[in-house]
């Protein structure tokens, strides 16, 4: 008996009772469709995220203040202002090899006003090293300049999303706007970097750095020198760890530092690094969670395939009586659940796929867009994981046919 | 043909041994067409299941064209099942929802034939249901379903048919198509066929009766041999045997 004439057996028999196969069917179905679309939604997740940090420039290295230790307890990571001004300068003019460029920033909150608009938004004090370091482009208009910086002038660069919610899509450039009541200069619009996450790239407003440590800043930070945070490009990838010992060498001479650094440098790859992992887990949790649904939806086959047994007990005896061997009820039995669970399979990749449609497509979280990856392997991951469902499942009631006694089975009322 | 020698089929229920069949020795040669009888709980049942395969015996030996069936494996006994044997059931046994010509055509999947369909449709129209190929078992009569399960009998050109009381769920007149079916069957085509029945008049239509009761042989005579006779309607009448009386007496009490 071949394959082909089992699985036709299989199909008619499953065809004698449409309904039931079906709703056993349906198990499977919804199993394969949640892995399919779960897994798709993760890796969506994934690559946004990746995206973002690589939409941040190449190469790049972060150093941040470290934390204040007081008393024994630490608090978080740039809670401590150790990082000055000084240090981004001295940095790019120490003549490191490793190290391209220097690009300092100071981020503060602080609430734009432009006529009847409002806008509160991070306000990010740069110079001119930062628009290429971070991989910004000026749409129109033009960047921050060391002039601008020297100067402490009062102008602003502002993010696209920017335009529409203060300017209601007007143009910007050389409007004034008021940035905790001093006024700014619009002197250009940075390129739409898309993303999100970590607070949104496409909402700050840029300013000279000088400008935001003496004219916004409030408090003891007024007039002070600090930065929130140096990005540094190392001059190739292969670099980057000789650029971070450089680095740490310097500003812990400039710090005189003896123990502990005041000051943490991480490289992308680090950011990358923890992303991955926290997205990973999160895929293989909406993985798993999905996974117990197929197995459900296995058991389901099985329950169904033992009543079937029970059911066509009969049928098993008629055929044994007429030369079914052993091997030919197991292998119609368990056809019969494997059909079930790779035409399930199939269909729950096709509705996994539609489901990771609909959901990329609903916006989630304001500008987010998570494009769910239904890859390859997930869709051979879900319908292998299916199949072995079926074969598992179905191997029981399919070995409980067979072994029947054909008398016995005969006279089964 | 099938050779049976000192065969024992005990059943153990609970503490108690039931021998269904005692020690029975038969020989019945290809050709013939015999009909085992017997009261119920007799064995015949049982006698029947063994020559089958689709029993085999405790003790003792049964040969089927020489071959030892009481050693034979599983996939053995089915392919025996398959080639060498029909049955007919007194329940039909047809698959249900499975229309008339993919009922005949399932013994040949399991021979592994492939050009089924020819061979089925010829099986059907032979015994007379060329216009009923696609009917489902309920919506045939019981002697029409009784006609497929023969079809499905014959299609693999088996040597020995085996039937089970197989007019015992139809009325009269189908019963007595049913047998003319099995006399051409007989003459026309030489199949040994085995026969279990407690009705003394289709026993009278065999060549040979075999009674049984409690598991043993206790008569066997021959009736003449029915493919020298050209009708059916004159064998109807019963044989005048003693033994056939008492066993019909059995079968009526």
Known sequence: ?413 | MIELENVYKIYRMGDSEVHALDGVSLKIEAGEWVAIVGPSGSGKSTLMNVIGCLDQPTAGSYKLDGVEVARMNDRDLARVRNRKIGFVFQTFNLLPRTTALANVELPLIYAGVRDRRPRAVEALERVGLGDRLHHKPNELSGGQQQRVAIARALVTNPAIILADEPTGNLDSKSGAEIMELFHQMHTQQGLTIVMVTHDPDIAAQCERVIHIRDGKIIGDEHNGDRRKVPGIAEQMKPSDSVILESVAAGATR
Do not use: C, W
């Not at chain 1, 740069?126 to 033009?142: F, K």
């Not at chain 1, 007024?222 to 010992?245: F, P």
């Not at chain 1, 790859?269 to 197995?295: C, N, P, R």
């Open chain 1, 1 to 413: 008996m071949t394959i082909i004439e089992s699985i036709r057996i299989a199909l008619r028999s499953l065809s004698a009772n449409k309904l039931r196969s079906a709703l056993t069917m349906l198990g499977i179905i919804i199993g394969v469709a949640a892995v399919i679309s779960l897994m798709g939604i993760g890796r969506g997740a994934q690559q946004a995220i990746d995206r973002q940090i690589n939409s941040m420039g190449t190469n790049l290295i972060f150093v941040s203040p470290g934390s204040i230790n007081q008393g024994g307890v630490r608090s978080g990571q740039g809670t401590a202002q150790t990082l000055t001004y000084d240090d981004a300068v001295a940095l790019a003019t120490s003549g490191l090899s490793a190290v391209a460029a220097v690009a300092p920033e100071v981020r503060t909150f602080g609430q734009a006003v432009y006529m009847g608009n409002n806008v509160n938004t991070q306000i990010v004090g740069v110079t001119p090293e930062y628009e290429t370091v971070r991989n910004y482009r000026v749409q129109s208009g033009e960047f921050i300049s060391a002039g601008n910086v020297t100067a402490r002038s009062t102008v602003a660069v502002v993010g696209a999303n920017i335009v529409t919610t203060l300017f209601n899509g007007e143009d910007p450039i050389g409007q004034t706007i008021r940035i905790n009541n001093v006024g700014f200069k619009v002197i250009g619009v940075l390129e739409a970097k898309g993303g999100g996450g970590f607070g949104n790239q496409d909402d700050q407003i840029l300013v000279p750095l000088t400008t935001v440590n003496t004219r916004l800043q409030r408090g003891n930070f007024r007039g002070s020198n600090l930065v929130s945070q140096i990005s540094v490009q190392a001059t190739d990838a292969s670099q980057m760890d000789l650029a971070i010992q450089q680095i740490s060498e310097v500003l812990r001479e400039r710090h005189k530092i003896r123990f502990e650094d005041d000051f943490t440098v991480r490289s992308q790859q680090d950011l990358l690094e923890t992303a991955t992992q926290v997205t990973g887990i999160l895929t293989l949790f909406l993985g798993g969670v999905a996974g117990i649904s197929l197995l459900v939806g296995g058991i389901g086959i099985m329950n169904i395939m033992l009543v079937s047994v029970t059911e066509r007990t009969r049928e098993i005896g008629i055929r044994k009586a007429i030369g079914a061997t052993r091997g030919n009820i197991l292998a119609q039995f368990l056809t019969e659940a494997m059909v079930l669970s790779v035409f399930g399979g199939f269909i729950g990749v096709g509705l996994g796929a539609v489901m990771a449609r609909v959901i990329s497509a609903a916006p989630l979280g304001g500008t987010l867009v998570l494009n769910s990856v239904v890859g390859l392997d997930s869709v051979l991951l879900a319908t292998i994981f299916a199949t072995a469902v079926g074969l598992f499942f179905g191997i029981y009631p399919a070995y409980r046919a067979a072994s029947l006694n054909p008398i016995d089975a005969l006279r089964y009322e």
